[in-house]
């Protein structure tokens, strides 16, 4: 989509893109004071780039997923309209808050559910209550044991396993040295309060197939508080080949500085580092985050959802953009929304073609796919 992309028109007027802004990389996480937000939570892709970019992107998710889900054209036309819409109002109204305000701004989850209908909203609440649990005690059991008076990460293949090369885990020790010159001070000595005790490879998204991400277990020093941080592999982004090169050389560092430009509060241990061949972030692994459940979404709960999704990207947007420029140029009336609806319709059809010829091509042997049915490692990665 980023070749596409660089096809289109633009203003000139240039933001920290979020990069990947699908309707699935957003969702709710915990502050440093422990309130939860929503915002975006995928930032592999990050890079200053043109707004409209990350907006058409969560257009055309949008019809993908409404079709996905069965939505007759109509409610799809909405829901990409009732997300752009969003966009336009709350950019229009950062365009007048003071630097200061919109840099503190947070769509806390009161705000979120003020949005919804009642029935939507008791849905929601188990949700976020559930999230809310999703501490690094309250996954301790499910993800470590204790092993001869031990604790150890618990292999679950091929999901979870632990590293047999020895090379490999030497150079994640030193990575997790190094990657604490990364963090300010104070939370250096929050971290040093830790020790580390076992690493285990992680298999993460199909979206990140091909790179490397591993997760780390850390106790405190009476040997009962867990800490579990996650280090994933940052490579270059796939937007850059069509803009101009991130000015980090190091793209973990690209990875940490755009999260924190671009959400309202990040994880207090978010912090980056390289071994010799490799680029990595770190990051606390499930600190009260919660997820969309697309697939069990009905229209009401879908129609809220993208709408929250387009107040948070032009909260992103403002805090690294000018939101006068943006919203000078998307005006009061719904022509943008409209042309939204229009791009993200055409944009989808040929999606499902490009996907329609994969699965073509897959069939006829062109395409190794593994016994369920995905695309092979290699082939994928190639």
């Known amino acids: ?31 440093p004071e422990r309130l939860q937000v929503f915002d975006v939570n995928d930032f592999d ?24 889900l069965s939505f007759s054209q109509a409610i799809v036309k909405q829901a990409v309209v009732r997300c752009v819409q969003s966009y336009r109002e709350r950019m229009w109204t950062y365009a007048f808050m003071p630097p200061l305000d919109a840099w503190y701004s947070q769509i806390n989850v009161e705000q979120m559910l003020r ?47 632990h590293l047999t090369d020895r090379e490999i885990v030497g150079e994640l020790k030193e990575v ?6 990364s963090l300010p001070d104070d939370r250096q000595l929050l971290l040093s309060r830790y020790h580390l005790v076992d690493f285990a490879l992680k298999v993460v998204g199909v979206g990140s197939v091909g790179t490397r991400c591993y997760i780390a277990l850390l106790v405190g020093e009476d040997g009962t508080d867990p800490l579990f941080l996650q280090m994933k592999e940052a490579q270059t982004s796939v937007l850059e080949p069509y803009l101009e090169r991130s000015r980090y050389s190091n793209h973990a560092q690209r990875v940490v500085c755009g999260q ?30 919660g997820s969309p459940h697309l697939e069990h979404m009905k229209v009401g709960d879908f129609i809220t959802y993208v709408s929250l999704c387009g107040w948070a990207l032009a909260r992103a947007h403002a805090r690294s ?14 022509v943008f929304d409209q042309a939204l609806v229009t ?26 796919v593994s016994a369920n049915g995905e695309a092979s490692h290699e082939e994928a990665t190639v």
């Open 176 to 181: 997790m040295q190094t990657y604490m010159a």
């Open 343 to 368: 791009f993200a319709l055409s944009y989808a059809v040929q999606v499902e073609r490009d996907h329609a010829a994969l699965a073509t091509a897959a069939e006829a042997g062109r395409i190794a």
């Open 321 to 334: 953009g000018d939101p006068a420029l943006i919203s000078g140029y998307l005006g009061k009336n719904d």
């Open 115 to 161: 949005q919804m209908h009642p029935t939507e909203r008791r849905s929601m609440r188990r949700e976020l209550n559930k999230a809310r649990q999703r501490t690094a005690i309250q996954v301790f059991p499910k993800l470590a044991e204790q092993v001869h008076g031990h604790f150890t990460i618990k292999d679950e293949p091929p999901f979870t396993m």
């Open 45 to 68: 892709e990050t890079l200053p780039g043109p707004w409209e970019w990350d907006i058409k992107r969560l257009a055309a998710s949008i019809v993908l997923a409404g079709h996905s």
């Open 260 to 289: 924190q430009l671009i959400q309202g509060a990040s994880d207090i241990f978010l912090g980056w580092t390289s071994s010799p061949t490799r680029d990595y972030y770190v990051r606390q692994l499930r600190d009260m985050s």
């Open 1 to 31: 989509m980023a070749l596409d992309l660089a096809t289109t028109p633009s203003t000139g007027i240039h933001v920290q893109l979020c990069g990947d802004a699908h309707l699935a990389n957003f969702g709710t996480y915990a502050t």
